[in-house]
């Protein structure tokens, strides 16, 4: 029978069969790899939400954190069909896992700094086969460390408790978009069937994270289809929960002999689990049930089997649980364990607990049982000790668990939320428990009570009663103003403090962070500690029946918390708001807190977050729905009322009430933390001749000209007999001077074509072109340490985004002709060095290379390829380019201007792409392409961008600034270009400050053939190279007809920065650092 055949029937079978579970169904697919979690550990202490802290920022283990979580090196493990069947041959096998291939990456945050809650923001995943994508969906929200406990056993060499934890976190996709490929049809008609909701159910188990190496761990994972009645993110219909099985007398030789193994408990964690009676089979998944050794291997503790226990006699069946081999079908399948069960033990099951119990012979103690003397075994057991047990009671949100709500003063002039309603699930052995009494109580030990108002959040009525589908809902409501600090009675960083000054006396070794927010109130000092935490966490759990006391499972509780709720009061802020009174608390806390923020802006610094391409950046990330990868704050921790005032700020950004302009403070360059060997050469006194001319005549004179075509003669002699490709658009209706230098060329074998062919080929030329532009200007840009330089960095940033204009602009025109632009092909992206100059046979020969800034790579390489047709300002030491960037451009304008209007098509202009910037005049327009004449303004302003309104005018007629070549210029000389009274120009205005210490050693060209795997470079490179591919699809898709994926592409574009930043951040080889990878391959 084929595959084909196969998922026919499977489908066939599916629309007819009523599914009645989760993830754990069959189908489903099973994967497993890596994660990398690059989570930031400044918001972890709460003193360090006060910017005049007197710790360093330097002491946490990732004060650099991104946030960011995705998928890495993940693939299918194993496929299991329609039956519950194990597909060994499935070509799905090996097929990769990937997460937001098209977008930023998903972020990981904390909450809250005491509770933390850490939430799983804006991940897509999706199931990529030989290149096609079979699926892709949405990651509904979900708490990581909701099912969380120390997964890894008798160890001492991971002293961060992180490292030793295991978790475990359910949710759907939602939006799934799927192929029409047949390789996937049993999964999609699965979710397609009576019962089903159309998503995929996903769980995901994460262990083995390794914060010395760049925030790695590992991942396990199954994805089936999801049920409409399941609940979001807790998976399964029925649970077992861990119990002490007394001592474990480990063996000689076991990683755990001669410990002290009291300290490692629980032994095991939580299991979700489905009884199936129409087909009479057990499926639980043991993936965060387990626990390991410090090598990621299963840890022994002895033969373990499942049973039921009816009446105090626990009832064993089946083999024993084969969980020790890691290469095995059990891990194959992540976790998930399908048995096949007799009809008694099904129906003992509709009314038992499900049990697991282990070996006699090492325990000692214990929850014990007697164990049914039928059971077959190798000896006889009279007693078992129980490992897990199921729950009475299995209760669970029907949806996500956590809310945002203000109390509302009445006073407000927009919508407050104030309260908000959870319905909770409630079953007893799978089955809906009706009419039974449920009481919330707020989760907070005594030893918090101090740090929130109690009872500030409440349940409106504490106990309700479940109706007959299990349902209980309960309605939450803020009771009364919500502080926006957090007072302690003890300091909560007293513990660090004190671990801080042990290790100036080397006294402690590497810091461990302090992992149960308990901890937080240990120390000495016993002042009163206030920290501005605006937002307030409360956690609730659940009592069903009459007994309600608060679960004790080693300090984790708080993680477990049913329902979150996260309160802020609502402000009333009168307008105008200000920066100094409203803005710069919010802003300079975050600053302080998101250290990764800095390598886009320094929001503490008012003259920087008011530059106006920068007030756009912030209008859109404040903009942004909460489940969006690039939602400000990440922390998702504003109140809303804050977030509108900082938007209504945004378009009017004054100073202060009294102070309305703008101020200017300068952030300064701090280099002390840089190492002495990654400080660089001094090329601060490198200054060309011309730096130095007084009086530089901008005006064109025949002695000039005929200097010029000398020039240009003497250069076409030495390329003639190694010419680069022709001109394919030479020639053609030229001015007087062009028709002088053709004359000349012609001789030479250029010769003259002007079709539309011809022009789409120099066109997408011209879209490379400026491409080959962005790695070189933004690698020396992001070289810059961060507040040094900054002329230059702006300089240099203003410059790059005109080149995107540039692309775009040259992209539309070649649509409007009916051409199609190609940018995501190995075939067409630049590589580095380069010998070969520019495309379209722009500036043969020039070499580029990718260097870290410096006044001599800004001088040999930015100038040259910005050079203009005919200056005063260029060097005379170096012959005229044959062919220049203005040159290339006005043939392709000539070449239009021939052609004329028949040859666009109007049709095109909802396809052609809009500047996605709206900063009014400041960059440029994009213009939209129908005709000669719009085809014409637009590369003019490309020409006049590039170098000047003319070939001796060095002004940009619409923006006011200098051309690119003058603006490199200015940076090499170290001042500014100024125009005199005579309209002549010298470099003799205000000074530009160069200090060669402001910047990062990266070594030169960086590429993926010499980093070595698993360093700290290979990890970060590899997530800017990951970042750097998707700008290029997502590039490819705004010009293959979505021209809103601009957009995407320009948050991208800042989400290399961020890479680019950790790359440079990162030492790698003596006295250098690793750099961004702009290669288009890396395996």
Aim: hydrophobic share 35%; charged share 20%; aromatic share 10%.
């Amino acid at each position: 029978m084929t595959y084909y055949l196969i998922l026919v029937l499977l489908h066939i079978a599916y629309e007819t069969k009523q599914i009645t579970g989760s993830y754990m169904d069959a189908p489903r697919i099973h994967f497993a790899g890596k994660f990398r979690a690059d989570v930031n550990t400044r918001n972890n202490r709460a003193c360090n939400f006060d910017p005049n802290n007197p710790l360093s920022e330097h002491d946490e283990w990732n004060f650099q954190g991104t946030s960011e979580w995705e998928f890495v090196d993940t693939v299918v493990t194993s496929v299991v069909d329609g039956n519950g069947e194990e597909i060994t041959d499935s070509s799905l096998l090996g097929a990769k896992i990937f997460s937001n291939e098209n977008r930023p990456f998903a972020k990981l945050v904390d909450i809250d700094v005491d509770f933390q809650v850490s939430s799983l923001y804006g991940l897509e995943l999706g199931l990529k086969y030989r290149g096609e994508n079979l699926f892709v969906g949405k990651w509904s929200t979900s708490v990581i460390v909701y099912d969380m406990w120390p997964k890894m056993k008798c160890t001492s060499e991971i002293t961060d408790p992180s490292g030793r934890m295991g978790a475990q976190s359910t949710t759907k996709l939602t939006d799934v978009v799927w192929s029409q490929s047949e390789t996937i049809r049993a999964l999609k008609a699965a979710t397609e069937c009576q019962g089903a909701s159309g998503e995929l159910a996903v769980s995901i188990s994460l262990d083995l994270y390794k914060v010395d190496v760049f925030v790695i761990g590992r991942v396990y994972g199954t994805i089936g289809a999801a049920m409409t009645d399941e609940p979001l993110n807790v998976g399964g219909e029925r649970r077992m929960e861990p119990v002490d099985p007394g001592a474990l007398n480990f063996p000689s030789g076991h990683p755990c002999y001669g410990l002290n193994v009291d300290d490692e408990k629980p032994w095991t964690y939580g299991t979700p689990f489905k009884v199936d009676s129409t087909q009479n089979v057990l499926i639980a998944d043991l993936s965060n049930t387990l626990p390991r050794q410090q090598n990621g291997d299963p840890l022994d503790l002895g033969t373990l089997y499942f049973g039921v226990l009816v009446d105090g006699v626990v009832k064993p069946f089946g083999e024993s649980i084969p969980y020790t081999d890691l290469d095995g079908a059990l891990w194959r399948q992540s976790g998930v364990i399908r048995r096949s069960i007799g009809a008694d033990v099904v129906s003992d099951l509709e009314n038992s607990k499900l049990v697991v119990f282990i070996d006699s012979d090492l325990t000692t103690g214990g929850n014990t049982y007697p164990v049914k003397k039928t059971f077959s075994s190798q000896r006889s057991m009279e007693m078992v000790s129980l490992v897990l047990q199921e729950i009475e009671y299995f209760v669970r949100p029907k949806d996500y668990y956590m809310d945002r709500l203000e109390y509302s003063s009445g006073s407000e002039r927009h919508p407050v939320k104030s309260t908000s309603d959870f319905t909770l699930l409630v079953t007893q052995f799978g089955r809906p428990v009706n009419n039974t009494h449920v009481t919330m109580i707020d989760s907070y030990n005594e030893a918090l009570q101090s740090v929130l108002p109690l009872g500030a959040v409440s349940p409106v009525e504490s106990t309700k009663t479940t109706d007959s589908q299990g349902h209980v809902t309960f309605t939450f409501a803020v009771n009364q103003a919500i502080p926006e600090a957090r007072r302690y009675v003890n300091n909560p960083c007293a513990d660090y403090l004190q671990a801080q000054e042990a290790r100036k006396h080397g006294k402690l070794t590497p810091l461990r962070r302090a992992f149960d927010s308990k901890l937080f109130l240990k120390g000495s000092l016993k002042s009163e500690f206030t920290v501005p935490v605006d937002g307030q966490l409360y956690n609730f759990y659940y009592c069903v029946g009459d007994e309600c006391t608060l679960p004790d499972d080693g300090g984790f509780f708080l993680y477990k918390a049913l329902i979150s709720i996260l309160a802020f009061s609502t402000v009333s802020y009168e307008a105008p708001y200000t920066w100094e009174d409203h803005v710069q608390p919010i802003f300079e806390q975050a600053h302080h807190l998101h250290y990764i923020m800095r390598t886009v802006l320094d929001l503490s610094n008012f003259t920087e977050v008011t530059l106006p391409h920068n007030v756009e950046l912030l209008k859109k990330v404040f903009r942004k729905p909460i489940t969006d990868p690039n939602y400000m704050p990440q922390t998702r921790d504003l109140s809303p009322t804050k977030r509108l005032m900082i938007l209504a700020w945004l378009d009017d950004p004054i100073y202060s009430r009294v102070l309305k302009k703008h101020i200017h403070d300068a952030p300064v360059c701090d280099t002390s933390s840089l190492p002495p060997k990654m400080r660089l050469p001094d090329f601060s006194h490198f200054r060309p001749p011309r730096c130095l001319l007084k009086n530089i005549p901008f005006k064109s004179d025949p002695e000039t000209q005929d200097s010029y075509f000398n020039k240009v003669v003497n250069y076409a002699k030495l390329k003639a007999d190694a010419c680069h490709p022709p001109r394919p658009l030479f020639a053609l209706g030229f001015d007087k001077e062009d028709v002088k230098i053709a004359n000349i060329l012609k001789g030479y074998g250029y010769t003259p074509l002007c079709t539309v062919s011809a022009l789409q080929k120099q066109l997408q030329n011209a879209v490379l072109l400026e491409f080959y532009t962005l790695p070189l200007y933004l690698t020396s840009m992001y070289t810059i340490v961060e507040n040094c330089n900054t002329e230059a960095y702006q300089a240099i940033r203003d410059i790059v985004i005109q080149e995107m204009l540039h692309l775009v602009q040259s992209a539309n025109i070649l649509i409007s002709i009916g051409g199609q632009v190609i940018i995501d092909d190995p075939n067409y992206v630049p590589s580095y060095p380069s010998e070969d100059g520019l495309p379209g046979g722009v500036l043969p020969g020039l070499e580029i290379s990718l260097e870290r800034f410096n006044l001599r790579h800004v001088y040999d390489t930015m100038m040259a390829i910005e050079t203009p047709i005919l200056t005063y300002v260029a060097r005379p030491e170096r012959e005229f380019m044959l062919y220049t960037i203005g040159q290339f451009y006005k043939e392709i304008s000539v070449c239009i201007h021939y052609l004329g209007n028949d040859i666009f098509d109007a049709s095109t202009a909802e396809r052609q792409v809009r500047w996605p910037w709206t900063e009014p005049g400041s960059v440029g327009t994009v213009h939209v392409v129908t005709d000669v004449a719009s085809a014409k303004h637009g590369i003019a302003q490309i020409v006049e961008q590039g170098e000047g309104e003319g070939p001796l005018i060095p002004n940009q007629v619409a923006t006011g600034q200098y051309g690119h070549f003058y603006r490199f210029e200015e940076i090499v000389c170290q001042r500014r270009l100024v125009q005199k009274d005579d309209n002549s120009y010298a470099y003799d205005g205000a000074p530009i400050d160069y200090n060669p210490s402001g910047v990062y050693a990266m070594r030169d060209n960086p590429s993926s053939d010499t980093i070595v795997p698993g360093t700290n470079c290979h990890r970060e490179a590899k997530a800017f190279h990951r970042t750097y591919r998707s700008f290029l699809r997502v590039l490819q898709e705004a010009f293959d007809g979505q021209p809103d994926k601009i957009h995407k592409s320009v948050e991208l574009m800042e989400a290399l920065q961020v890479h680019a930043k950790r790359c440079i951040w990162t030492p790698y080889g003596p006295g250098n650092t690793c750099g961004p990878v702009w290669d288009y391959e890396w395996e």
